[in-house]
């Protein structure tokens, strides 16, 4: 093992102090609880939509039951790579949202510990997805379930009213739909990319609380009935059966919604964030909100539907920062108070908090939400296969060459691809897991 | 005083463009090639030398050199610029109407962001699109297709993206070197009867002989490092993902520094050897037209 900040300091030795950028990791004292709240702290946030309206609208609140404090926010639109990049610059804003990319066993590098995980997660939802060694560090701004968006008043046309139970069952349906409507049965959104790895949010359906500790222990995850296998698979026999959009190179995120708002789409694999915002769509197209309507993923086990309900984006505080008092005092009253996650739509983190209406609606169709813990022997070696592998179960690219291949335009079946990523991950699963 | 003036003199003056030279080309390319020889995520304070296992990897795994494939869409495609930029070039440099107008217009789509073009062709090439529309107008309905989504043609459609905006780079430049030869040759040829054609073939054609020769270095190294109008237009997917979208992808999608920054090595090293061996072969001799 070689010390990056060596190699960089013997950069720095020929003059280029420009260059280095030091890592991360200054200082690495506990918050200190008695220190006083007051003073300016800056958030770094991706809502580049809500910087300059809502956000500051909160901030007024909490500026004024802790006097003296001060609260900027700093909008950053690529927010994954960017402040990956801020990281080891050292320099990342007093609360910041934990980007995906950091393994968990480098949390202690950049944030500061909120707590033991025992006692928090008693009064918080999502506290073990950013927890490592016992330790928690981000907490959840509110969770989404996940399912499918639908325009509820195509299925009918098609003569469906209660969501699909099985794989077949659903695929039946689209074919209703593509015989009876005008519609496209199914949007991929292939182009966008990102609505592709929401096929991964999915393993909460057969309802196996243990899946996320197991799944890396799994060489073949892409054999017939295993969790990709169901999920992959139905997303290729929608595209070979011609129920998706014709030319998937053209979507656009932004367009599909309008789309699925007013019927010219009929479903959308998402999570429940997106529906408030298809209605607000419906409502500027014209339509009526009510015909969006979030069903359960068409997969039972012992006659009930699971869907996954998972945090979005962790709040965390940065271990560079000089005002860590504030900063927690920040976190802590947006997390619990300030009622953010109630008008996001989204599970409150807050554990004795109500679920919002939209998700209300959801259960009524029968589905249990289900938190699945995440691993903890196992912690970070799934991430450590995709990274292997390249197979990135979390993101789009091996999805949309399933994609190609389902509408004939790349070579092979859906035995020879599942058979080569079966073969992939193995490979590099045998390495990891030994 | 006046040896240490000598000595140090010219090194005063060029120490500010030395300082930028190293600091913003240099270090950084010794230490892609540090991180080269090294597995790292680009978050971690420390790095496991691995020796050359990341460049084993990118010459024995296919999905790591099949990508340099595509780039020969792109080569093609950048004959097909040079041949249309000398050609606007040579009969724009005589007088014709509109002369003015019509070099605007070929430079245009060279001053767009990479971005904005990419946006604008996603567009055209919709199903339904501005393309399909226009065939469809001109009586050749028949000939639309998925632009994109086709994968016997997508590759194809990126590469006349990329002639469309880098044709008025390959203009200026061309335009720039036809006007420096001086005028008082044309006449004399026309004096002694020489037609366009000859004009072109014995006069610009060797005038120019190092701008084009420079033109086809650039294309070369420009075809191999291909990457933001197919990252903008399909992100890689449908087979157009480029050498330089998988370095990407492998850098900030796997956080793998280390095997990335051995594929922009091995993406170095290549521009280079294939510059060299042009060099080799159309050596630099000094134009002479009289």
Known sequence: MINRRQFLGFGAAAGLALVAGCTGGAGDDETDSSAEITGPITVLTNRTDLANSALPAYAKTFEAKYPGTKVTFEAVTNYEGDVTTQLSSGDYGDVLLIPNTVPVEQLPSFFEPLGDLADLKTKYRFTDEKAYDGKVYGLSLGGVASGVVVNKRIWQQAGITAPPKTPEEFLAGLKAVAARTDA?????????????????????????????????????????????????????????????????????????????????????????????????????????????AFWPFPYQVGGKFH?????????????????????????????????????????????????????????????????????????????????????????NIYRQKLVDIARGAAKGDKDSYFAELNRRWGKVQAGIMK | MTTLRRRFGPWLYLAPALVLL??????????????????????????????????????????????????????????????????????????????????????????????????????????????????????????????????????????????????????????????????????????????????????????????????????ISGSLSVFEIPFIMTGGANDTRTFVIQAYETAFQFRQFGLASAMAVVLLAVVLIVTWIQRRLVPDEEVTLS
């Open chain 1, 184 to 292: 496209v049965p199914y949007y991929t959104n292939y182009k966008d990319g990102w609505p592709l790895s929401i096929w991964n949010s999915q393993r909460a359906i057969l309802g196996d609380p243990t899946i996320n500790e197991t799944f890396p222990t799994d060489p073949t995850p892409w054999q017939a009935g295993k969790i990709q296998y169901i999920t992959d698979g139905l997303l290729y026999d929608l595209v070979a059966a011609k129920l998706s959009e014709k030319d998937p190179l053209t979507t656009n995120w932004e367009g599909s919604k309008p789309m699925i708002a007013t019927g010219k789409v009929a479903t959308m694999l998402l999570g429940s964030w997106a529906v408030p915002q298809m209605k607000d769509a419906a409502k500027a197209a014209n339509a009526n909100p009510d015909d969006i």
């Open chain 1, 307 to 395: 869907s996954r309900i998972e945090g979005d984006y962790k709040g965390a505080v940065s271990l560079s920062s000089k005002n860590k008092a504030t900063a927690r005092a920040w976190l802590d009253w947006f997390v619990t108070e300030s009622g953010f996650a109630t008008d996001q739509q989204a599970v409150p983190t807050l554990a004795s908090s109500s679920l919002p209406e939209t998700l209300k609606a959801f259960q009524d169709t029968g589905v249990d939400l289900v938190e699945i813990p995440a691993a903890t022997a196992n912690a970070g070696k799934e991430d450590e296969i995709i990274k292997e592998s390249e197979v990135d179960l979390t993101g």
């Open chain 2, 22 to 219: 190293i600091t913003f080309t240099y270090v950084p390319v010794g230490n892609m090639v540090w991180y080269s020889f090294h597995k790292w995520d680009g978050l971690s304070t420390t790095m496991d030398p691995v020796g050359w296992d990341n460049y084993v990897r990118v010459f024995t795994d296919e999905r790591y050199w099949r990508v340099f494939l595509i780039s020969l869409y792109y080569f093609a495609a950048s004959f097909v610029q040079i041949a249309l930029a000398l050609y606007f070039a040579v009969v724009l440099s005589f007088n014709v109407r509109f002369r003015n107008l019509f070099k605007g217009i070929l430079f245009f789509p060279y001053l767009l962001n990479g971005v904005a073009v990419g946006f604008v062709f996603l567009y055209l090439f919709q199903p339904g699109g501005t393309l399909d529309t226009v065939l469809g107008a001109v009586g050749l309905g028949e000939h639309t297709r998925y632009w994109l989504g086709d994968p016997d043609i997508a590759n194809i459609s990126l590469a006349g993206t990329s002639v469309w905006r880098f044709t008025g780079l390959s203009f200026v430049l061309f335009l720039g070197a036809i006007q420096s030869i001086p005028g008082e040759i044309y006449e004399a040829a026309e004096l002694d009867g020489a037609s366009r054609w000859h004009q072109f073939r014995y006069i610009i054609a060797p005038g120019i002989r190092r701008i084009i020769s420079l033109s086809f270095i650039l294309a």
